[in-house]
DNA sequence: GCCAACGTTGGC
DNA sequence: GCCAACGTTGGC
């Protein structure tokens, strides 16, 4: 199957890209809306690359990439009783919820803002930037996924 | 902290 | 099945 690619957010107050890449590794647990789970759950494969974007944040915008490691496996934050996003209709037998495994591949030298993605008009059709867009698991197409580490490419070299 | 946009819940 | 009420997301 072919390569696909994503943008998923996550607030770096609770989990950065610098957490990722000490970690190397996440199951990216506690996804509680059903357009994103279905992404992870049908369309992720092993392999797929990963826009890490920082909401919340200031800026908002991707701070690096990453891949998906793992298919997704049942999130075991949806049974912890003490969880922020625990799920009671959830059982061990059926499950609700179910997370891929993230694999950190690089932090970008510069972050590319949320702005910088809105002013671009070669990015307009990035969900990311579509007014309203809360869903915290994207497709991303692959000229914009290249795009995008380009432009970090970019950011290096005028650095010299 | 504000609030627009969105998703979910539940009464009817 | 409709839709008002509510809770959450996330930029600003």
Same mark, same amino acid.
């Given at each position: 199957?072919?390569?696909?690619? !994503?943008?998923?957010?996550?607030?770096?107050?609770?989990?950065?890209?610098?957490?990722?890449? $000490?970690?190397?590794?996440? !199951? !990216?647990?506690?996804? &509680?809306?059903?357009?994103? &789970?279905?992404?992870?759950? $049908?369309?992720?494969? *092993?392999?797929?690359?990963?826009?890490?974007?920082?909401?919340?944040?200031?800026?908002?915008?991707?701070?690096?990439?990453?891949?998906?490691?793992?298919?997704?496996?049942?999130?075991?934050?949806?049974?912890?009783?003490?969880?922020?996003?625990?799920?009671?209709?959830?059982?061990?037998? $059926?499950?609700?919820?179910?997370?891929?495994? *993230?694999?950190?591949?690089?932090?970008?030298?510069?972050?590319?803002?949320?702005?910088?993605?809105?002013?671009?008009? &070669?990015?307009?059709?990035?969900?990311?930037?579509?007014?309203?867009?809360?869903?915290?698991?994207?497709? *991303?197409?692959?000229?914009?996924?290249?795009?995008?580490?380009?432009?970090?490419?970019?950011?290096?070299? $005028?650095?010299?």
């Amino acid at each position: 199957m072919a390569q696909k690619f !994503w943008l998923m957010k996550s607030e770096p107050d609770t989990y950065s890209i610098d957490h990722l890449k $000490k970690d190397q590794t996440t !199951w !990216w647990e506690g996804v &509680r809306n059903y357009q994103a &789970r279905n992404y992870m759950v $049908k369309d992720m494969q *092993v392999g797929d690359g990963v826009l890490f974007y920082h909401s919340n944040a200031q800026p908002p915008g991707v701070a690096g990439l990453a891949f998906v490691s793992h298919l997704a496996v049942a999130d075991n934050s949806q049974f912890d009783k003490k969880s922020s996003v625990y799920d009671p209709k959830a059982t061990k037998e $059926k499950p609700n919820w179910f997370c891929t495994q *993230v694999q950190f591949k690089a932090k970008f030298k510069n972050l590319i803002s949320l702005n910088q993605i809105k002013v671009d008009e &070669r990015l307009k059709e990035m969900i990311v930037i579509k007014k309203g867009s809360r869903l915290s698991i994207q497709p *991303v197409q692959k000229s914009d996924f290249d795009l995008i580490c380009g432009l970090d490419e970019t950011e290096k070299k $005028k650095k010299g």
